[in-house]
């Protein structure tokens, strides 16, 4: 069945020969919701980057039941929507609209088909007639938005999200964490925001120094004071 | 703090403004042309040129002495012909007091039309990006032949202008934050505040440098292959037609005055 | 908002027509030619690196130090952008940034736009490089050598592009070689001091932090071209020093002999390089500036070899 992440003993080294991902296994059932949580520098984000053949280490990583290779790349971009840290390096066009229609333009869209989407993915984030607006002019809360609706756009399977919240204001951060609860994806969210992972994720994976320590129901991480402590982790 | 480099671009609602944005160009770079190629001493073209331009800003709802007014900023480098009175040969009509330098006629009328030529065609250049979105102007550019990939990365940089510039005045204020007075006998030296600006610009550069690579991962997420491609934006109408030829009829006017002479 | 480093963007007005059609006929001819190069190099990285560095480099003209009495020392920003990225890429960066300050703030003509990519653009970049790799093979590997280097290709760039500049100028007939000549080189052999300084200080930095990039751009394509530049640039100063254009204005030599009075007798040079009959009196104005130019690269490149020699021979004497 689709909708799936699972990633098979993955070994990453950095361009300088520092080891980044020392064998990371998991395994993401369709439609489920799953925090990433560990301290800066355990390979959150690298991770991450694995997950859409941006990075490719040694390991399997097989994506909505298939392995990442040169050919299905691009496929694969479309099933897994990659969400990163700063909005300002997603939003790269003049418009919202643009950055919104960059996704389905490269898919080889129709005009009419490409307008559709962008209609329907900023109705899901909530921006309805933001289309002309200048994303330096958008609120960071705004700018999020607009970032998941750029992937949504490209109507993929499973959503992963790399720090949705940091640097949001509580309101901001309240509309988000609804929103992450409306879409129906299958979605990995890397973050230190613990009382969202709590309030949407029953399940969470920590990672520390490369490596998977914990991967379980998060109420019974949350009450391992002593595996929270040794990865620098805080409720 | 938001740098607002839009300035230039001021939203009306005016016919100029709803103008296809390859006829604003087009008519800009006639304008400019027109004007650099006006031989010396053509006043009355020079004239009709200047209306040319109060008329289009009045059209454009900025007011007609818009452009005229910002034309300024072009002028310092008119020291560069300052020389041309004083050297150029012919009847002197004045002497300068004192060094007893004189002015020649004809380089009176030569560098009195340098100058009235670079205040035009600057009003044509402010008016061009008053009136029209740089986004429009570079698509515009595209499909006039300019290679697509160099508008593609002029897109960009306007983009990352805004947060750049603001990196740089965080740094900026942080220095001055930090630093003594920069006059007096205390100051620091030129070498040392030299080679701070510069480490400023060498952090500057790697964070841009690393911003660029996720900006290309964003992009490879959602597609990208090594061709930024663009959606049809204007489509030229009856309107759009009918300004390119009037602007063409009001251009003729003067280069017809001077054909005459 | 007004962002510009030395004052080298041309207006439209001062170059005829027919120089300003040249200079974009050129300009594109190179444009196309660096984004080839440059897309080779970069692969699909090119258009956010490009887009992205351009930006970074009309944000890092806004940095400046203070000089004396409100002057400040700004960054024009051609060679640091050869010395890191090669110089095509740095010709596709600051033409993004030239065009820019163009369409957006009339700093610098639209016509004029081709010889202002020239000047500022290709040449800086070129020279900058050229300039900086030369040095750094005279002087050898070392800590200082790399510094040295980059300071005495800033410089370099700064006084091609000014002098380029006041050639175009004189060619339009705008500004006669005679005047325009010394004060372009005069007043940007200071401004290269300042260009020199912060293009040190930057690359001082990378060489600290990410000497990997210091790398790439040594690795990067435009030694041919750079090469080339310098020896068509050489040859063009020649010819144009012995040409009639070295006479004041386009009407030539009788010129001169019209005018009467104090003016002439004021610019004579104190001294004359070469004999009357040999070159008219008064192209001996530029050929002292020319003079003059080569004289002060030979001096700033050789004190920049000493530098960097000296840092290299006190590392070998501290090793051994």
Redesign the interface.
Known sequence: MHHTIDVKELHYRYPDGTPALRGVSLYIAPGQKVALVGPNGSGKSTLI?HL?G?LRGEGEVCVCGKPIRDENV?AI??QV??V?Q?P???L????VF?DV???P???GME?SE?RRRVGQALAAVGMEGFEDR???HLSMGEKRRVAIA??LA?DPEILVLDEPTAGLDPRGRRELISLLQHLPQTMLVATHDMRMVAELFPRTIVIDEGQIVADGPTAELFGNEQLLAAHGLEI | MHFDLTDAYRPRKSAIHRLDPRVKLVVALLYILTTVAMPDGEWEAFGLLQIVALAFAWRSNLGPFYAFRRAFIALPFILAALPIPFLMPGPTVWTMPVVGWGVSAPGLVRFLSILLRTWLAVQAGILLSATTRLPEILWALSVLRVPATLVSIIGFMYRYIFILADEAVRMLRARSARSPKATGPSRPSLLWQGRMAGMMVGSLFLRSLERSERVYEAMLSRGYAGQVRMLQAFHMGRGDWLALLMAGVLLAVPVGLMLIR | MHLSGTPLHIPDGFLSPVVSIIGWAIALAIIVIALRQTRLQLGERQVPLMGVLAAFIFAAQAINFPIAAGTSGHLLGGALAAIVMGPWAATLIMTAVIAMQGLLFQDGGLLAMGWNILNMGVFTAFAGYAGYASLRRLIGEGPRSRLAAAFAGAWLSVMVGAIATAFELALSGTSPLRAALPAMAGVHALIGLGEGIITTGAVGLLEVTRPEVIRAGEEAPGRLGAAFTLGGLSLALVVAVLSPLASASPDGLEFVAERQGFLRSALEPPFKLLPDYTLPLVRNEVLTTILAVLLGTLVVFALAWLVGRGAVRREHARES
């Open positions: 980057l859409n941006i691009p971009r479309a929507g990659l990163f700063d300002d390096d997603q790269f066009s003049h418009r643009e229609a960059f996704g333009v490269h898919l005009e490409v200048v994303p330096h750029t992937v490209m």
